[in-house]
């Protein structure tokens, strides 16, 4: 195992009710920024619920945050909260208005233009504290310190200071009974793929983190269907929630190694194709996998016989041919193709996305940095073509 330090201060606060928690959560006297999406909380009574908590604070709203965040629309917020000298900020709704706010939270006290934080990776200079209301599993924003943000076609991230972890967490399973089914699907497949890209590289003799990540693998597997098919029931909701969560919190990720060329390859598709952020992670990561087979084998044979309960006496080829096919099925099962074709994709594009990834990322890709330029076109051939 690798040396790590694993430090995660976030308050997590799980169950049906806990809404109301929330006006011991927040400082007492704090000037709020309430930060939302595009309008679904006042469709399901959640905005509703959460301002019936806050009428003891003053409390200036921001909303309009899309999915995958948009920077110009950020910085109304930043300017928002500057003029009103907030001192906190509640973030309700899914990863994206929980990214959005955390770079808020960053943007406003910047001295530069915040836009460095993202394009030249400067430092953080100071936050103004945040909590989160979730109400999409998927990211595991709400327990990370990770952020996506986007500005024409970068789709870039920031984060990894411990002060960008949110001071709580409302983790409300009910708050989830209104996702349409296209949403419950890309937080599933986001989740899983979260898990692989921090399991499904080598084998480095870390038990302990192999097991977790392979009890989220095989909870989400059981959770989908049942999720999927009854949009209240609870211990579904529960369970998707909590497996969403652990699956980006950074610890199955501690002292193993991490690939992320898939999240990499599929933030181009987004930002250039405006693929929804999961439905990238199903085109790249089957034709990643077959790409990568002889690299990744030891591993791929690990979750086929474990998770995905393959016979172990077949040929260890076999083995990985299979669990890359049971992958794809898991995904198509949720109504998720991965395919690229199935968007509107062609070969004659690809080298289009390969130079836009280049000029995000100079670096090779992957868990040896083995994906290069030649290889990105080979998966994304193969996604197309196939
Ligand atoms: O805009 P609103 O009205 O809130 O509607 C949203 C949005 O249309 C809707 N929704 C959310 N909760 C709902 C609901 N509709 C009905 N009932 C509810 N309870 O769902 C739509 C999608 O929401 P969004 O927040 O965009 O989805 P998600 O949570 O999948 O977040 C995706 C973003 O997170 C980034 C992605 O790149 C993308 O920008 N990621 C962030 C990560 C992180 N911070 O660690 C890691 C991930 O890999 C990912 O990159
Ligand atoms: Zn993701």
Not at 51 to 79: A, C, R
Not at 160 to 174: Q, V, W
Request: charged share 20%; aromatic share 8%.
């Amino acid at each position: 195992m690798k040396n790590f330090e694993y430090y995660n201060p976030v308050h997590i606060v799980f169950g049906k009710g806990q809404m109301a928690q929330l006006k011991k959560l927040i400082p007492a006297k704090s000037k709020l920024l309430l930060v939302y999406g595009g309008g679904s909380i006042k469709e399901n009574g959640i905005y509703e619920e959460v301002t019936g908590h806050l009428k003891n604070f003053q409390v200036i709203e921001f909303e309009g945050v899309s999915s995958n965040p948009q920077y110009d629309h950020l910085m109304k917020g930043v300017e928002l909260a500057r003029q009103a000298q907030i001192n906190f900020i509640l973030a309700v709704g899914g990863g994206s208005v929980i990214d959005g706010a955390k770079f808020i939270s960053a943007a406003i006290n910047h001295s530069d233009d915040p836009w460095n934080i993202l394009s030249k990776r400067q430092k953080i200079e100071s936050v103004i504290p945040f909590g989160c209301v979730l109400t999409l599993p998927a990211t595991g924003s709400e327990m990370n310190s990770f952020s996506v943000i986007s500005k024409g076609a970068d789709k870039l991230g920031f984060g990894g200071d411990p002060r960008l972890y949110p001071k709580f967490s409302i983790l409300d399973p009910t708050l989830t009974y209104s996702l349409p089914d296209r949403q419950l699907a890309n937080g599933i497949v986001d989740a899983y793929v979260h898990v692989l890209e921090q399991y499904l590289t080598k084998d480095i003799n870390a038990p302990i983190q192999d097991r977790y990540a392979e009890a989220i693998l095989k909870t989400l597997r059981e959770q989908a269907p049942l999720v999927m098919s009854s949009p209240d029931n609870y211990d579904a909701r529960a369970n998707l929630m909590w497996s969403a969560t652990q699956a980006l919190n950074g610890l199955i990720g501690v002292g193993v190694i991490h690939d992320w060329a898939t999240h990499m390859i599929g933030h181009e598709l987004t930002a250039l194709y405006g693929i929804d952020h999961a439905r990238t992670l199903a085109v790249v990561l089957p034709s990643l996998l077959r790409v990568q087979k002889e690299h990744k084998l030891e591993k791929l044979v690990q979750y086929g016989i474990r998770v995905l309960e393959i016979d172990p006496e077949l040929d260890v080829e076999d083995i990985a041919d299979k669990a890359i096919v049971k992958t794809e099925e898991f995904f198509n099962s949720l109504n998720v193709p991965t395919k690229l074709s199935e968007y509107q994709v062609k070969v004659e594009n690809i080298a289009d996305i390969v130079s836009s990834l280049k000029s995000h990322i100079a670096a090779n890709l992957g868990e040896d940095g083995n994906i290069d330029d030649k290889k990105v076109t080979q998966i994304l051939t193969l996604s197309v073509k196939s």
